[in-house]
């Protein structure tokens, strides 16, 4: 089954105002933190909020035209290193000087991505898309574990856990929602595939401090069971597959409204029209027929005095199996089902 979170909106008007505001790839509505804001100790620098924003700019799909343009500069030459430290400061320089031109590449919500971002929030909690992220620090303190996190790179998959989530708040109050990662080593002494296809991961390990930004849309949940083989800190990563669930205004479907029927399997599935259901705590093969499609109703008057026989009529007839008859007091070696 599919389950339209979208429906439980309603109104055609609920659906408009859960569409996203800023017309912008990075800029999701099916993003949700949750929980209080977490303590001074998990806030980012102005260093980790600069790198922030830098990755979120050379990852936003509609900034690829503006870096390609850097990177073509005979003074960058295809520098990567000179073109990550000078690239934003390009960036906003452009969008100030061509507002009024009529750019095709320009839009006035990649004026205020190129603003920087006015603040970061961090919150221990999020939901994306219907499914629950949990911080680590949390995580370690309740039974399920929703911290587990797998990103997809260039014919790489990245594993990790999940540090905290950043809300990045543009001007305008554009929101742009990363996850803050702790990455584990992707080298061969750390990631191993069995023969059945588990991959196991050393969870003791850790890599990319530098770069432990990811988008919350981008991310797979993973859950990390206990690898009894390799024991220790080894985990086997289990990719967490939700039950389909979408956004109906992102799938173009049409809510019905209160005056629509509900609609419902004339029959139940897996069940014959005449079912009968053997009970295996009846002796000698008696069976209980549970539904006809014959069967007939009867109204009866709650106020009407009716005699036993007239009462008998109406009642199942069925055996009494609670019946103490010599019979039933035979031994149960007997018994076949």
């Known amino acids: ?15 408009e105002e859960h569409a996203p505001r800023f017309n912008l790839s990075i800029v999701s509505s099916d993003v949700e933190v949750g929980g209080a804001r977490l303590s001074a100790e998990y806030a980012l620098s102005d260093e980790e909020i600069a790198i922030a924003h830098w990755w979120v700019l050379i990852n936003c799909e509609e900034v690829k035209y503006w870096k390609e343009l850097h990177l073509s500069f005979p003074e960058v030459d295809g520098d990567l290193e000179y073109h990550n430290m000078t690239f934003a400061n390009y960036f906003r320089t452009w969008m100030d ?73 543009y001007a305008e109050g554009m929101k742009v929602h990363l996850f803050k990662c702790r990455w584990f080593d992707t080298g061969a002494q750390s990631m191993k595939m069995d023969q059945y296809g588990n991959l196991s991961v050393n969870t003791a390990t850790s890599a990319y401090e530098d ?3 990811v988008f919350a ?21 289990n990719i967490v597959h939700p039950r389909n669930i979408y956004w109906a205004a992102t799938l173009g479907v049409t809510i019905p409204g209160p005056e629509a029927d509900a609609y419902q399997e004339p029959n ?9 259901v053997r009970d295996n705590n009846v ?6 027929r549970i539904r006809d499609e014959d069967s007939t109703f009867i109204d009866v008057d709650p106020n009407e005095e009716t005699n ?30």
Not at 268 to 276: C, L, Q, T, Y
Not at 283 to 288: A, E, P, S, T, Y
């Open 1 to 15: 089954m599919k389950l339209y979170l979208g429906a439980s909106l309603g109104a055609p008007q609920a659906m």
């Open 268 to 276: 139940a599935v897996g069940i014959d029209d005449v079912a009968i």
């Open 97 to 169: 000087m061509i507002k009024s031109d009529d750019n095709p590449n320009w839009s006035h919500e990649l004026l205020l991505l190129a603003m920087q971002p006015q603040r970061a929030r961090v919150y221990p909690t999020c939901t994306v898309n219907g499914v629950k992220f949990v911080s680590e620090e949390r995580d370690n303190r309740r039974r399920t574990h929703n911290s587990g996190v797998m990103a997809k790179g260039h014919g790489l998959d990245y594993y990790g856990v999940l540090h905290s989530v950043v809300e990045l708040v």
């Open 217 to 237: 849309t981008t991310v797979k949940q993973v859950f990390y069971l206990d690898d009894l083989a390799k024991g220790d800190a080894w985990k086997i990563a």
């Open 308 to 337: 036993d026989d007239s009462d008998d009529e109406l009642r199942h007839r069925l055996p009494d199996i609670n019946s103490d008859t010599e019979e039933d007091s035979s031994d149960d070696s007997d018994y076949e089902p």
């Open 283 to 288: 002796k000698h093969g008696r069976v209980l």
């Open 211 to 213: 770069d432990p930004f």
